[in-house]
Each structure stands twice: as C-alpha cells, then as structure tokens.
DNA sequence: TTGAAAGCGCTAACAG
DNA sequence: CTGTTAGCGCTTTCAA
C-alpha cells in the first residue's frame, strides 16, 4: 500500500528478463510476421506478467503521429455541443485516436491560445467549432499541415473542409409553418453574437416571408442582448429573452402586436413563453412560437414547443470521418456538408397537444 | 496553396541557421539563465522567424511528463457533467496541462478501455466519474503510480480523492422542505442506477422522513425504469418518469394519493409536471414537487420548480487542484470532499411565483 | 528469425 | 557562456 509505484516497465525489461533483443519484443508485441512463434508467445505472456503498456509518447515520437485529434468547441453547456462532443469522442475512439479537448467560450484569445496547443501537442488533426471573429491563428495551424474540419460554423477563408446545419433552411421552414398556419406579424428573436448560424437563421427567416409576399421590416428581426457568454453557467439565459420580450410586448406596435415568434434558440422560446404568459396571450391561440434546438425540455412544456430538430450526432461522426479520410487521402477539394434540420411540430404553433413522442428521434448513433 | 506542409521547424533548424549547438537553442528558448542575451535574442528572433513550435512529445519523453490529465466522465449531454467539463477544462488548462477527455456512457467496458487509453497516454493524472460496477481497472491505473481523484460517485475501496456533492443532504432538505409545507404522503422517484448519488439520495430522503416521524414503505421509494442510458441522446428522458407517474397515478392508493413527490432529477420533474397536469392535479395545490440539479429550464416552467442546485463548477475545480497537489505533494492520507448543494424554493412547492433570478446563481468561477 | 545500429526531438549532465 | 555526450522508449533500416 506504501511502496511507491515502480517505473512502468519498457520493452528493455521484457528484453533483458528473456535474454532477447528489445528489437525482437518489439516485432513480437508489434505482431510482425517476423518472430517465432516461441518467442512471440514468452514475450506477450512476459508482457502480460508484468504489466507492460506502451509508452505511446515514445511510439509517437518515432512514428511521426501522436493519434490524437484535437476538439475545439466553444460551450460544452450548449446541448447541441453537449451531444456533439459525445458523438465525436466516440468515433475518434473508435478509429483508435485520442481525443484532446479545448474549450475556448466564445473567446478569440482562448482560440489563438488552444490553436498553440494543437500546434505543440502535434495533434494529427481537429474538429473545430470556431469563434468566427478571426482566423489567421487558423490558417497557421492548417499550413503547419494539421487538417481541420470546422463544425457548425465555416470560415470559407481557409478552405478547410466543413460540416454544419443547414440553419437556413431550418429557419426557412419555421417561417413558412408560422405563416401556413395564418400569422402575419412575425418576429425574429435571435442570438446577437457575430456567427454565421445567427446570420444564416436571419436569411432563412427573411427568405421564407419573401416567398409569402410579406415585407419585413428592421424592427422584426431582433437581436436579444446577452451577458458574455459562460460556458461555466448557461449557454443562455431564458432570462435576457424573458425581459427582452416583456419591453417588447409592452411597446406600440402600429400594426398590431405580434401573432408569431421566430426564436433562434430554444431558451429564448422558454423566456419569451414566461413574458407571454404574464400578459395573458395565449399560445398558440394569440401568438404561435418556434423555438430552434429541440432541447430535452421542449417537447415537456406546458406547451409544448414547436422547435428546429438539430443533427448533432450526425454532425459530429460526419466530421471525424471527412478528417480521418483526409487525414489518410492527400489533397483534395475541400468539402462542405450541410446537414438538415428537422423541423417538430408541437402545440405552440397548433400542432398536437399530446406530447412529441421522443423515441421518434432519427438515430444516426453510429455502430 | 498547393504546396504541401513542410516538415516542421526543430531545434536543430535554429541551431544550424545560426551555427549554434541544438543545446544552446534549447536553453535560450527554455529561459535557462546561462545563454548570453545576444545568443538568446538571435535564437528566439530565428525561433519566431520560421515559426517554431516546441515538440511536446519529445518534451514529454524526455521529462517524464506529459503534462496531460485525462477526464474520464459518463455523459456529456447531462448538464451537471457538461458544466462540469467546462470547469475542469479550464482549470486544467491555466494550469498549463492538457486534457484528454474519454466518455464512458456508464458503460463498464468503455472505462476499462478508457483505463487502457490512460496508461498508454501516460497522463500525470485523471479526474474521473467512475461507473461504480466495477473498479479493477482503475486499481490498476492508481497502482501504475497515476493519481486519480474522483468525482461525484466515490470508489472508497481504492482511497483515492474524491470531490462529490452532498446528495444526501439536498434531498434531505427538498424532503422536509416538502415535509414543512404539509406534505405528508410522499414519493420518491428515482433513477435506477447502480451508483451511489441515487442511493445517497435515497438516505436524505429517508433521513428527512424519520425525523418528522413519518413512516416510509417499500413503494414510497420508486425507481424510474430507464432504458439504456445513452449520452448520444439525452441524459434522461422525461418520457419515461411521465409514463411511470402516468401508471403510478391511475393505480389505488390505499393512503391516499400523494401529496409531495420528490424526484432525483429535474427530468423527471417534467415528465411528473406533464402526468399531473393531465389529470388535473394542481402543483403545488394538489401536489409539491421537486426536482434535482436545478437545470437551466427549472426557473422557466410554467410552474418554476423547486429543485436542489448543484454546485458543478465548483466540483471540478477543486478536482483539478486536488489532482495537482497530489501530483506535486506526495502521498498523503486520500482527502474527500463533498460540496453543499443548495434548495432553491419556487413555485412547485408554494415558493414564489415570480422567477428566481438566475444572477443569484452563486459564482464559484476560477479566476 | 534475430540482433545491432541509428534516430525521432528534446533536455540534463558534464566539459571546456 | 557554449558544445559534446548521453539517453528518454520505441521503431525501422540493415546485417547476420
């Protein structure tokens, strides 16, 4: 119990302990073709004896590869990354890497500080959910020949390879379920951080009343104030929506208020539901809501809320497997994968009041 | 663009462009104070000049160190573990170690491998929430001198340390707290896992019961049936603890039915909140609830639950730091750590109806 | 089939 | 202050 941990053993010990080679231990572990039978089978059960692992530090070294990829994400607390790491670790596993983690919470300078540790851990390659504001730490990673699949977000700049939702068109079909289902006065609510999602959401969004012959004016599409991200707390606040929405509500609005709410994050539905609530309109009855993520809570409100089903396992093995393909095929165009969303449909936009059966869900688990 | 990543700059590049010894190189970039300032300057002008990156492998090889910790966690989907992540991710990284983060999805087989993956990475140290099952494996890795500290499930058997929450307490204070609003028949739901934060829970609920006098039968204590747990999906489904109260709700009650329910989980609570609602049963009139983990949604329901708030960060902090000194310190008696939880009291159990302020949320973030 | 030698990139010990 | 030598643990030449 008090003896101190021996150094672990290396080849040397198997070698010397047999009288053979440390060269020989290694073909024999290595399960080249070249070894005895005999001795492949004392050493692998002097192996077994003491306890021997190899040192994958000294293997990576000689070999020029430390199998390890690199994940970089902004917010583990974000359901949808939440599952994405989950899918990831467990392809990146199962293809007989490691995984290393950075987080970097929205926040440049956690970006340029976890591209340097890419960059000394010698990872063969990352998955990366960029910050979007800058890429020049980037493109010194990729240039220093570490391959990079960007998740969720692209910088087209790098002409990296990317995987991601198809925002746009998750927004589009919101939009166009609002409208189909009679509401005329829509309003965005969406996140204010400088991403493309954000951005692509926006479009879906004025696309879709376009295509309805509906004007949009500036004040509807909204960008809910938020405190700096925390990955340590929430990813967001219902509570900012929640206020947001009460000013919002309380305001004139010469046309009317309004009978239908784009929300691009479901916390933002869940605060903007409260707000609603307090003022005695009704959902669906006096205002319809979308949400966007489905998260685990969405289908269990009160009302329950129609949202924008998010790929996140999908997302996150498409994204190992472009990696590792590149990692193992040398140059080729970069590819671009947009995955589609799923649009739910629940109670707060007059779909059933019964719950949305969850086991529906599409499973993309892999094996 | 076309022109493939050139090997990448080593030590023996600066030494060469400069006609210096890799020696020299290498302590005017350790910082070594024999190096003439000139030498120092030219080596680290030429470092910054071509872009040189230390090689951690070969740094790690030599030192004996790689300056990784490995975090070894269940489901990242869970909100208590993916603010856990954060926290831990942070830490480790400002104390300039990496992380290598394996998932296990409670799989005792996954552990096992992420154990291989340990000992072959050669990590300094791991954080880890253990499956519980089984824990040969994990012998093994502390006896191959890795220290391991526990978290949130401990493995007394292997005296490592360990930093948990103080279940039993939050659920003996959501029970009295129930107890004290007039609550008299109530109900326990819990997960039906094998591990310890279930069983603790069960203790503080019992506890609280005993000392207001009230008897507890076999069927006041319920596990919720959950299928496979499945960190690609969700941490837990509501679905479940819905159909479970559905049936629990239909069948007699000889006593009456009950009038508090305590749930092990904030997921569970929404699958109740759901069931009640459909037979008409008020909350808190009718029946109190409480959920646990206080999860971002829980202030947000059309009834805000009363629910035990989980003190995330601050586990994974202290974690970390638990780990290093160890790694520095020798060794010392194992320390274990159990955080207070903290009831926040809202409308599901007669607390007020207004919303918790989230800013209330007490800060344990590091630095 | 096995062994000897060389080297991955870096640092520590010792000379000079 | 700087260079030489040695070695971390492993794998890959090349001989024997």
Sequence with gaps: MTEGPRPRPTLRDIATALGLSVNTVSRALGDKDSVSAATRAAVQAEAARIGYVPNTLARSLVLGSAMTLGLVITNPSNPFYAQLISSIELRVRAQGYSLLLLVTDESVENEQRATEAL????????????????????????DSGIPLVFVNRDVPELGCDMVGVDYERGSYEATSHLIAGGARRLLLLEEDLPITTTAD????????????????????????????????????????????????????????????????????????????????????????????????????????????????????????????????????????????????????????PALTNRQEQPSSTPG
Tied chains: 1, 2.
């Design 119 to 142: 960059l000394r851990s010698a990872v063969d390659g990352a998955v990366v959910v960029p910050v979007q504001a800058e890429w020049d730490h980037w493109r010194r990673v990729r």
């Design 201 to 352: 959401r926006i479009t879906g969004f004025r696309r879709a009343m376009a295509d309805a012959g509906l004007k949009v004016s500036d004040d509807q599409v909204q960008a809910v104030p938020t405190k700096r991200y925390d990955s340590l707390a929430l990813p967001w606040q219902p509570e900012e929506a929640y206020r947001f929405a009460q000013t919002l509500l309380t305001d004139a609005h010469p046309d009317g208020h309004p009978d239908g709410f784009v929300t691009g994050n479901d916390y933002f539905a869940l605060g903007l539901l409260r707000a609603l609530a307090e003022r005695d309109l009704a959902v669906p009855g006096d205002v319809a809501i979308t949400g966007y993520g489905d998260h685990p809570y969405a289908a269990y409100l009160q009302t329950p809320l129609t949202t924008v089903r998010l790929p996140a396992a999908e997302v996150g093995t498409t994204a190992v497997d472009l990696l590792l393909q590149r990692l193992r095929a040398g140059t080729e165009r970069p590819r671009k994968t947009l995955i589609r969303p799923e649009l739910v449909i629940r109670a707060s936009t007059g779909g059933p």
